[in-house]
């Protein structure tokens, strides 16, 4: 038996090492900014970090449920500028100046329903139409752009609004409004996938989706609603970067953002080939690709050589991944 | 004769449970030698650590006179030993000469891909194995046996001195299996020793010199296939008394003692393309109907249409009186289940715990507003888990870790928890062990006593002729005759699957 002990031990440690990958990056980059970088133990950084972390937490956990079914989505961008193009259109209009709460509630209601509106657009094409989700999801990410640049005129559109602004800078219990928010929606998503029958059906499809249709499993049906609920939540991450801003710039919303919810959510656990879907995960990933941000943009890096440490972790994601198969 | 391999005292587990505990193998040059044992028995961990997929953790491996310590399966190529797995590892899409050639083709001013070099030698090789194709179309287009024999022609054009056959003939049929014996005797004959792995012992008798038995995790034994029987070795893989089987008969069916009851199901000419075009069935509550044929007969074609997997374009099928689902959904919810024959590609969800794997087509029926009943959920699956005597270290398992017939059970348990009318079960006790199979055949038989009915699909004819109470007889597509229980015979199916015109029994 004491040639069986090194064997042992070391399949034990592997995946204990692989599971936890993130949080050891995580306090890595903590250990080094608290060492490093000027100012880093100081409310005012974690508010930073916070405020810019929920944006991309909130879509990499949408991505990460689209993973989860096999399939990916590169239009979160594109609909991000979408929807922030539309809030302030709406209640910058003479009905959201004549009947300001109202006009605010649209600007809120309607962009989510145009996100959702493209999800299903997106959706569409990979259930029903069998289109390769990359491809697919490409018109969107192409055209949603366009769409609201076009909206727009092209223009920055600013604004003065403080109940909209509430979105991107408001505080709870001195924490910015919007980090609490993607908490929520992490714990709501969470319980979707372990409790409910809709989360089960997204794992199965991405496992094996043709046993999980013989098994009466409503594939269609399921990867619509995870393409809308990813567009969604795009949307709805739109909304906060116009809300912080007080400005919504339909060129530059949510551009590149597809890369960091993608990278966020492998960086999380995610399988691209499906099954899985660490929600937490995506948020921890979330964390780890805004703090490598913050750490090089705080210590003088320019922010060119951020997208190369960027492309590092997601090296180092897709390595430990590859190492889980036996 | 010399030994090529000789595998000692070889030792693995996994996270502290014991797969081999002490296996021993050894195979001479030029030896057909066969492996069995129920799943579970470790033959699987046995080839994977002779191939370096898995490090052993004691034991003594010899190959060719050397001791081997691979620990690739690359390195296992290098040296001489060649796997031909159940699923191929081969390249669909792409000609028969690249699937041949792959890693070792024929290079011009050593880049370039000598084409017309690489098909010669390609065509050269298949045509030693008698296999005369055109061999710049894509291998996927050729049928599972071509393909296989394309395996095992690569195997051996790379100086295989040891051929390693999982379950060969399980997708093949009759003919299929000839060709794929003749290659095999002609290996034996060029001096390349073959490791054969079946469940079908029928098929040893014919092909293999010697037999290794397996039972958990230990060889129980090595003898010459012509001094033994197959109750003989029946009983080795079971650990069981030979005449205690004999008495009991090989298969736990019995066939035609259903009573019938009301029409479940009827199929009236139906057809879902060319590979189904006339199909003709009634099922009664408390009977078993089997679907005799050939591979290619239609057999599976006509459950999936049953099922409502593919479209109906002609004919009509009743159900309990309503009119035919469109999907499996809907097949699910009028009361049907269908055990697919694919396990792998269509039944399990490798990553998912035999729980969820259990309950995936249950879910509707545990859920309240979208939430899953979880407690109930787990004490269903410990229910079936104890019924059905799913060998698992317990339901959080992930079920890619269950051996084979575990996995079926957890599969036929999907289906039993939800006490569908009618069970259509294609292939339910392939690549399953003797063990497990009398198991699976007892719960089937048990089913239908219930008041269920059963569509049966099963390419050992044994276990049709002894379970089935009726088989409809297919051939090319189209249902040619009915047999009845008691009196059906094989010798009366395989009469019967000989005429292609309307037969009576």
């Given at each position: ?326 | ?248 008969g090989?298969?736990?069916f019995g066939g035609g003692a259903a009573k ?27 009977e078993i109907?089997g ?174 002729v002894e379970g089935a109470d009726r088989i ?11 047999l009845k229980n008691p009196g059906i015979t094989?010798?009366k199916l ?11 029994a």
């Open positions: 038996m004491s040639q069986s002990n090194p064997t042992q031990t070391s399949l034990q440690i592997g995946p204990l090492l692989r599971d936890h990958g993130g949080v050891v990056a995580l306090i890595v980059i903590l250990a080094f900014n608290i060492l490093f970088t000027p100012n880093f133990l100081q409310l005012q950084t974690l508010f930073v970090n916070i405020s810019q972390v929920a944006t991309i937490a909130i879509v990499a956990m949408g991505m990460t449920l689209v993973i989860a079914t096999g399939g990916i989505d590169l239009s979160v961008g594109a609909v991000m500028a979408l929807a922030g193009a539309l809030a302030p259109l709406i209640f910058q209009s003479q009905f959201g100046v004549d009947y300001p709460a109202l006009g605010i509630a649209a600007a809120l209601v309607v962009p989510l329903l145009v996100a959702g509106a493209c999800g299903m657009f997106n959706g569409v094409m990979v259930a029903v139409l069998n289109v390769q989700p990359i491809i697919a999801t490409l018109i969107l990410f192409i055209s949603g752009r366009g769409i609201a640049q076009v909206l727009t005129n092209g223009n920055l559109q600013t604004f003065s609004n403080k109940s909209f602004s509430y979105l991107g800078t408001g505080k709870v219990l001195g924490l910015p409004f919007q980090g609490w928010l993607a908490l929520a929606i992490a714990v709501i998503l969470f319980l979707v996938i372990s409790r409910t029958i809709f989360g089960r059906y997204v794992l199965a499809i991405g496992g094996n989706e043709r046993a999980a249709r013989l098994a009466g499993g409503p594939v269609t049906k399921v990867k619509i609603g995870v393409y809308m609920i990813c567009a969604g939540l795009a949307g709805l991450a739109g909304l906060i970067v116009v809300a912080i801003n007080s400005a919504s710039d339909a060129a530059r919303n949510g551009n590149l953002m597809e890369l960091d919810a993608i990278a966020a959510a492998v960086v999380g656990g995610a399988l691209l080939q499906g099954g899985r879907a660490p929600i937490f995960g995506a948020i921890l990933g979330a964390v780890i690709i805004q703090l490598v941000k913050y750490t090089l943009l705080a210590n003088g890096v320019e922010d060119e050589v951020a997208l190369i440490a960027k492309a590092g972790i997601i090296l180092a994601a897709v390595y430990v991944q590859q190492t889980r198969k036996e | 004769m010399t030994t090529l391999l000789e595998m000692n005292a070889i030792r693995k587990a996994f996270n502290g449970v014991a797969a081999l505990s002490g296996a021993s193998i050894a195979i001479e040059r030029g030896e057909v030698h066969a492996l069995i044992g129920q799943n579970g028995a470790g033959k699987s961990t046995m080839i994977k650590v002779l191939t370096g997929v898995y490090h052993r953790d004691g034991g003594t491996i010899l190959f060719n006179g050397a001791e081997s310590v691979l620990t690739t399966p690359r390195e296992a190529q290098a040296t001489g030993i060649a796997t031909i797995y159940q699923e191929l590892n081969l390249v669909p899409l792409r000609s028969v000469t690249e699937n041949v050639m792959l890693g070792y083709e024929p290079k011009r001013l050593g880049t370039f891909i000598n084409w017309r070099e690489a098909h010669r030698r390609t065509r050269e090789i298949l045509m030693r194995f008698g296999i005369d194709i055109d061999v710049k179309m894509p291998l996927g287009s050729y049928s599972t046996a071509i393909q296989q024999l394309v395996a095992i022609a690569r195997a051996v054009s790379l100086d295989a001195k040891l051929v390693i056959m999982d379950e060969p003939t399980s997708s093949l049929d009759a003919s299929e299996v000839k060709v794929l014996f003749g290659v095999v005797r002609g290996l034996r004959d060029a001096g390349v020793s073959v490791l054969y792995v079946s469940h079908f012992l029928d098929e040893l008798f014919e092909i293999c010199d010697r037999v290794t038995t397996m039972r958990d995790g230990q060889t129980v034994g090595c003898v010459k296939l012509a001094e033994t029987t197959k109750l003989e070795l029946i009983a080795g893989m079971l650990g069981r008394d030979p005449d205690e089987i004999a008495q009991a090989m298969t736990e019938q009851g009301e029409v479940l199901l009827t199929a009236q000419d139906i057809a879902t393309g060319p590979r189904l075009s006339k199909f003709d069935m009634t099922l009664h509550r408390g109907v679907l005799g044929g050939l591979l290619g007969a239609g057999r599976t074609e006509a459950a999936r249409a049953l099922f409502g997997v593919d479209a109906l374009t002609r004919g009509k099928i009743t159900l309990k009186g309503a009119g035919a689902p469109n999907s499996p959904a809907e097949a699910i919810r009028a009361g049907l289940g269908f055990l697919t024959e694919d396990r792998k590609a269509e039944g399990i969800i490798p990553g998912m715990s035999v729980r969820e794997n259990l309950t995936l087509a249950l879910l509707p029926k545990l859920t309240r507003n979208g939430q899953i009943d979880r407690a109930r959920e787990r004490q269903l699956v410990q229910k079936y888990i104890d019924a059905l005597g799913i060998k698992t270290a317990d339901m959080e398992q992930p079920i890619r870790e269950l051996s084979g017939g575990n996995q079926q059970k957890v599969l036929l348990a999907r289906w039993l928890a939800n006490e569908p009318d009618i069970l259509i079960l294609d292939e339910p006790t392939r690549g399953v062990d003797v063990g497990a199979k009398r198991e699976i055949q007892m719960i089937i038989r048990d089913y239908v006593d219930r008041g269920f009915g059963v569509v049966l699909i099963s390419s050992e004819f044994e276990e049709l409809v007889v297919l051939n090319e597509g189209r249902s040619i005759g009915e094989e010798h395989v009469q019967a699957l000989a005429h292609t015109d309307e037969v009576t």
